[in-house]
């Protein structure tokens, strides 16, 4: 820490020249600065030099030291300020802690007494000091994130996590956005930048998308209301305060620029415009429903929300039990059982070819959803010419009967990786139950455990598979090798029983006459 400086002030020369005689003071990491004989004296050195640690006697001719503490310490809060009082002034000196002083010390100056106070100042300033450089330091960062909280400041509000328009506001004022601090109209573009190439890595095109988002930055650098940003999946967000702005013509201009500049193709969704401040999340939530709209119609188009939804007709709601309903017999490829839902779902009054086309995009939503959570491959479901046909179709017969053939298609396709799966399973537990039929204690609890499936689905893939239940089909399996084991060898009913996991002669005696039809002395008399 740098040597700190002292001011003495008292009137009596002695008490100054004690002061400074008493204590080594460089040792202290202190150096007296200078001395005053009077409060304005005090005032024209503190002007001119500010120290950082001035003592000063309390009475004094024309102006005390209280007094004199008071004025500077309005000016330089940061000095520390120490009086020096005599024993009938001790009450006096205590009082005037509440403006500020720091500390006091009584006469006799004694050094010890000094030395404690000088310690404590020291320490005070220190902490003092690093405190300022870590405000500082904070502030420093602050201002080098300014941008990018002022960025997330607005996500936020496009993302509906600021509710009021009190807290946006406050916001918009700090993080200085003028355009949110009066009503007016709001429209909002969402644009994503995809590369041209599917070997690019993300890094790429991360990269690609800054570029784009410095050519709009150009394109609307002299439009006055026009906010761009980047969003949490990487798409450049436009946000219009001025009802000057065209986004569709905008649009028409950007995609050329940005596809010539650059390797690679643009989408745009262009929200509807609204008029206040609150209803931001809403025009972001279109622009990018809008934006959506590209797996149907194609990259390198600009896609309004009021083309997906009639302006006028908003009476068309998601059911989502019926959904869940669907995506649940899509899972377990009943395609006969989601086509029952699916007419559910469209057994509802539309008023417009908009509405049974957001009717369509929910069930097509539902099958790839299924599909990515089955891990089946998106081009096997993803036919983009299948699905524009769909979201195309002028009737709502048309419309139904594509999707029953889509939803047909995506349950089979489950269906017939699950069947696959469950082939390979049962065939996996045949081959166990051969290697494990001599342990009596195997079944089906123990066998699915084995498998991390439950008891119930073995027991009722078993009996799909092989017409047996699980018992029966162990049991016939245990018969089969009993059988082998008469023709083959000279080992007892008993020993027998126990090669195959049946323990109690008795009981495998039974169980292998109702099999065969015989007794093993009648099987083995037979056998060729």
Known sequence: MEQLNVLIVDDEYLIRNLLRMRIDWEEQGMSIMGEASNAQEALDLVDKQQPDIMFTDIYMPNMDGIELSRLILKKYPDIKIVVVTGHDEFEYARQSIQIGIVDYILKPIRAAELLTVTDKLRVMIDEERKREQEIQRLRADLERNFPYLREKFVLQWLNGVLTTQAEIREKAAYFNIPMLLTTREIQIAVIEVSTASAKETEEQL???????????????????????????????????????????????????????????????GIGRKHGHVEEGPAAYQEACRALEYQAFVGKNQVVCFEDIVDNREQSYRSNTDLLQRLQFYISVGSAARAIEVLHHIFDVSFSSVSQFRLAAMDVITECQRTAMEQQIESDQVLNTEALVSILTADHLSELITRLEDYVQYVSETVYSKNQTKEDNLIGQVKMYLEDHMSDPNIGLANTAA????????????????????????LTNLRMKRAEVLLKQTQMKGYEIGEQVGITDPQYFSVLFKKSTGRSMNEYRQRKS
């Open 450 to 473: 084995a498998f991390f499936v439950s008891p119930g689905h073995l027991g009722r893939l078993m009996k799909k598979e092989t017409g047996k239940t699980f018992v029966e089909y």
């Open 206 to 268: 991360i990269l690609l998308s800054m570029e784009c988002s410095n050519e709009i930055d150009a394109f609307y650098e002299k439009e006055p209301g026009v906010v761009h940003l980047m969003d949490t999946r990487n798409r450049i967000v436009i946000i219009s305060f001025n009802s000057g702005v065209d986004f569709i013509e905008d649009g028409e201009a950007l995609i050329p620029l940005l596809t010539t500049s650059y390797p690679c193709a643009v989408s745009i």
